[in-house]
Structure formats: structure tokens, C-alpha cells
């Protein structure tokens, strides 16, 4: 009877043990949901015209993005709910938040006083559709992760990364916010606030989310040790430039990004060659 019992006892403990999540596992999601208040965050502050704390949210956002995935694999807490999680978040930090960003900073800001009610209108559906293809790159990612990557795609992702898209579209405002505090080059300053060119770079960098391009991935790139020493000096020297000037360098930084778009275009289509030629090598062997 008193074994029974004790069988009994260690049934229970066990159904316990797996009705109780530990504390830990929630950790990474709560990094997830600060980076989606930070982009809400951003949202309201760019509507009421205080554009440059609204970057330091989005920053703050991105920072949260880069940092959830890696808590939640040193914690060994990574869950379907977390990865859901994150692709919401996502989807409000690098889509929602940037086009809204760019449509009250395009149109100056909630009463687009002075402005063309039909550019106003024009610039909400570049808006609009920049966040949209986010959303599609995002979906599109989600469905891939199951599927089996080539071994020419290791290196690259599908389209313009969702936080590499969010830097882009922002960079002319960044270096206008830049250019403005040393009250310097007003041409480059009027060019790049025009409507116009912020509504090319909507529709522009949301068709390079959405589109089928490969853009480098910097978590598989392994630097040669030839070349590690002039790598260090480029990125202390990127570092010195960001300690003297913050938001100029971020600004620069961004608009180079996209002249790297064809030329990964280049070294994948190298790549693809080099892989279907040793395939095709190794049938006829």
C-alpha cells in the first residue's frame, strides 16, 4: 500500500514539473516585447514632430532585435511562440515604424501644413507599401525556414533584410538631422527632405525587401587572417567616426548599404557558377 502510494507521488511531481515553465524561458520574449514598445514608441514620437528621440527608439528597437535570438540560445529558451513573437515585432520596429517615420517627416509632421493634399496622399501609399513588403519578406522568411538553403545561398540572404531595409529608408532623414545641427550643405539638406526623393526611396528599398535579390549576410563572412589587420583598422576607424559623429556616420553608413546590393549580386552569381560548375563536374566524373 505504502508503494502505491509513493508511485502515486512521483506521477504528480512529474505533472507538475511540466505545468511549470522556468522563469528563464521568458526572458528572450520579454526582449521582444520592449523592442515592440520601442517601435510604438518611435511611432508616436515621429507623429508628434520629434524626429530625432524617434531614432533613438528605433535604435533601441534594433538593438532588442539583435539581442533577443541570442539570449534566448544562450538560455536554451527558444520557443515557436518567441519566433512568432519576433516576426511581429519586426514587422512594427522595421515596417510600420520607418514608413510612419517617413510619412510625417515627408509631409511636416501631423498637420502637413503647406503641404499638397494629393502629395500627402502619395507619400501614405509609398508608406504604405514599403510596409507592406516588409510584412511580405517577413512571411516569406518564415515560410523558408523549414526548407532546405543551396549551399551558394549560405552566404546571402533573400532580398534586403527587414533591419537593413528600416536603415536605408531612414538614412536621408538621419543625415538631414545630421546637416542640420552643423547648419551645413543646404542643397544636399532640401534634396534630401524633398517628398519626391523620400517617396523613391519608399517604393525603392521596399521592392528590394520584397524582391528576390541576394544581399550579403554578415553572420556566415569569415575574414582571411591576411586580411584581419586592415579589417581592424576599418572598423576602429568606423568606430572613431561614430564616437565623433553619431548620427552622420549611421547616415553615410545606410546610403553605402545599398551600393552593396549589386555588387553581392555579382559575387552570388559567381558563386552560383563556381557551385553548378563542380556540380556538373562531379556528374560526369
Not at 518611435?42 to 539570449?71: H, K, M, N, Q, T
Not at 501644413?113 to 514599403?130: D, H, I, K, Q
Not at 533573400?158 to 542643397?187: N, Q, R, Y
Not at 534634396?191 to 549576410?217: D, E
Request: positive net charge.
Amino acid at each position: 500500500m505504502s508503494r502505491f502510494r509513493l508511485r502515486g507521488r512521483r506521477k504528480k511531481n512529474k505533472n507538475m514539473r511540466r505545468d511549470r515553465i522556468p522563469l528563464r524561458a521568458i526572458v528572450p520574449n520579454l526582449i521582444t516585447s520592449l523592442a515592440a514598445c520601442a517601435g510604438i514608441t518611435s511611432i508616436s514620437l515621429s507623429s508628434e514632430g520629434r524626429y530625432l528621440p524617434a531614432f533613438w527608439a528605433l535604435l533601441i528597437a534594433c538593438v532588442c532585435d539583435g539581442l533577443d535570438g541570442r539570449v534566448a540560445r544562450m538560455l536554451n529558451a527558444s520557443s515557436k511562440l518567441g519566433a512568432e513573437l519576433d516576426s511581429l515585432a519586426d514587422f512594427v520596429n522595421f515596417g510600420v515604424a520607418p514608413a510612419m517615420f517617413m510619412f510625417f517627416w515627408l509631409t511636416g509632421g501631423p498637420t502637413h501644413e503647406g503641404v499638397n493634399p494629393m502629395l500627402v496622399r502619395l507619400t501614405l501609399a509609398s508608406a504604405l507599401f514599403y510596409a507592406m513588403c516588409d510584412c511580405f519578406r517577413l512571411a516569406r522568411f518564415n515560410t523558408m525556414l523549414e526548407q532546405p538553403t543551396l549551399p551558394y545561398w549560405k552566404n546571402f540572404f533573400l532580398g534586403v533584410p527587414a533591419p537593413g531595409g528600416a536603415w536605408m529608408v531612414l538614412s536621408p532623414a538621419v543625415l538631414v538631422s545630421a546637416l542640420d545641427t552643423k547648419e551645413a550643405c543646404p542643397i544636399i539638406r532640401e534634396t534630401l527632405q524633398n517628398p519626391y526623393f523620400g517617396i523613391f526611396m519608399l517604393l525603392f528599398v521596399g521592392s528590394l525587401m520584397a524582391s528576390r535579390i541576394p544581399t550579403i549576410s554578415l553572420k556566415s563572412v569569415h575574414i582571411s587572417k591576411s586580411y584581419l589587420l586592415p579589417v581592424m583598422a576599418g572598423l576602429l576607424l568606423l568606430i572613431a567616426f561614430l564616437v565623433s559623429n553619431f548620427w552622420l556616420t549611421i547616415g553615410v553608413v545606410g546610403i553605402l548599404y545599398i551600393f552593396t546590393v549589386p555588387v553581392t549580386a555579382l559575387v552570388f552569381l559567381k558563386a552560383k557558377a563556381r557551385y553548378e560548375q563542380e556540380l556538373a563536374t562531379g556528374d560526369e566524373k
